[in-house]
Protein backbone atom coordinates (compact mmCIF):
# COMPACT_ATOMS: atom_id res chain seq x y z
CA UNK A 1 0.00 0.00 0.00
CA UNK A 2 1.26 3.15 -0.99
CA UNK A 3 2.37 6.15 1.89
CA UNK A 4 -0.78 8.17 3.20
CA UNK A 5 -0.26 12.40 1.81
CA UNK A 6 -0.49 14.79 4.71
CA UNK A 7 -4.16 15.74 3.02
CA UNK A 8 -5.36 12.24 3.61
CA UNK A 9 -3.82 11.63 7.57
CA UNK A 10 -5.77 14.57 7.77
CA UNK A 11 -8.92 13.36 6.08
CA UNK A 12 -9.02 9.77 8.99
CA UNK A 13 -8.26 11.79 11.98
CA UNK A 14 -11.29 13.69 11.05
CA UNK A 15 -12.81 10.11 10.84
CA UNK A 16 -11.84 9.15 14.08
CA UNK A 17 -13.18 11.99 15.52
CA UNK A 18 -16.33 11.82 14.37
CA UNK A 19 -16.67 8.30 14.79
CA UNK A 20 -15.60 8.62 18.46
CA UNK A 21 -18.18 11.05 18.61
CA UNK A 22 -21.47 8.66 17.39
CA UNK A 23 -20.29 6.48 19.25
CA UNK A 24 -20.79 8.45 22.44
CA UNK A 25 -23.63 9.79 20.87
CA UNK A 26 -25.53 6.68 20.51
CA UNK A 27 -24.59 5.33 23.97
CA UNK A 28 -25.94 8.31 25.33
CA UNK A 29 -29.24 8.21 23.18
CA UNK A 30 -29.36 4.43 24.04
CA UNK A 31 -29.12 5.03 27.92
CA UNK A 32 -31.43 8.15 27.62
CA UNK A 33 -34.64 5.86 25.32
CA UNK A 34 -37.26 4.34 27.12
CA UNK A 35 -38.59 2.24 24.51
CA UNK A 36 -36.86 -1.34 23.91
CA UNK A 37 -36.98 -1.43 20.14
CA UNK A 38 -34.96 2.42 19.61
CA UNK A 39 -32.47 1.56 22.22
CA UNK A 40 -31.84 -1.05 20.60
CA UNK A 41 -32.00 0.67 17.24
CA UNK A 42 -29.20 2.90 19.00
CA UNK A 43 -27.18 0.61 20.77
CA UNK A 44 -26.92 -1.52 17.46
CA UNK A 45 -25.42 1.87 15.63
CA UNK A 46 -22.95 2.28 18.46
CA UNK A 47 -21.53 -0.62 17.82
CA UNK A 48 -20.77 -0.08 14.48
CA UNK A 49 -19.64 3.46 14.98
CA UNK A 50 -17.08 1.67 17.56
CA UNK A 51 -16.03 -0.95 15.18
CA UNK A 52 -15.75 1.68 12.36
CA UNK A 53 -13.44 3.54 14.98
CA UNK A 54 -11.39 0.65 15.56
CA UNK A 55 -10.68 -0.49 11.63
CA UNK A 56 -9.27 3.09 11.26
CA UNK A 57 -6.87 3.22 14.38
CA UNK A 58 -5.57 -0.53 13.00
CA UNK A 59 -5.34 1.02 9.63
CA UNK A 60 -3.72 4.23 10.70
CA UNK A 61 -1.20 1.96 13.47
CA UNK A 62 -0.52 -0.57 10.49
CA UNK A 63 0.30 2.03 8.31
CA UNK A 64 2.63 3.73 11.19
CA UNK A 65 4.48 0.38 11.44
CA UNK A 66 5.31 -0.02 8.22
CA UNK A 67 6.70 3.33 8.10
CA UNK A 68 4.37 4.64 5.48
CA UNK A 69 2.38 7.43 6.85
CA UNK A 70 3.21 9.91 5.84
CA UNK A 71 4.50 10.99 1.63
Given amino acids: MSNLSVKEL??????????LLMTKKCSDY??????????GVFHSAGQIH??????????LQQQS???GMVQ
Fill in 65 to 67: SQG
Fill in 50 to 59: QQNYSNLLSY
Fill in 10 to 19: GYIKDFLSWE
Fill in 30 to 39: ANQEVDPNFK
